[in-house]
């Protein structure tokens, strides 16, 4: 899914559905995290959880900034979503995660 297709995804949502989104996208990447840790042990993949960790704080920033009446372009969320994805190696991941978080009319 490009950046374009995201943005017109998104488009159309109102102040609440975005967030609602937001917070369906930080569900979707905790559940992507886990490819790089195994589970009942302590390795892990450091920098790409780092990525997640990134991320999920943008992802949690923006829902608080949105909340309380300030706000980012959704294009600069988004350019930031897919920069830091390609950053720390975890574009496929991400994208997987954005792909499935999208309101089901909006897939």
């Known amino acids: 899914m490009t950046k374009l ?3 017109d995804s998104l488009a159309s949502l109102d102040e609440r559905q975005q967030i609602q989104w937001m917070i369906t996208l930080g569900s979707y990447l905790t559940i992507a995290a886990r490819n790089f840790y195994q589970v009942g042990t302590e390795n892990a993949e450091g920098r790409p959880l780092r990525g997640f960790n990134e ?5 949690h ?3 608080w900034d949105i909340s309380n009446g300030k706000e980012w372009t959704l294009e600069s969320f988004i350019d930031m979503l897919l920069g830091n994805a390609s950053i720390y190696g975890i574009d496929s991941e991400v994208a ?5 978080s999208l309101p089901t009319k909006a897939k």
């Open 5 to 7: 297709e995201l943005l």
């Open 96 to 100: 997987w995660a954005l792909k499935n």
């Open 61 to 63: 920033a923006r829902i």
């Open 55 to 59: 991320i999920q704080h943008r992802v």
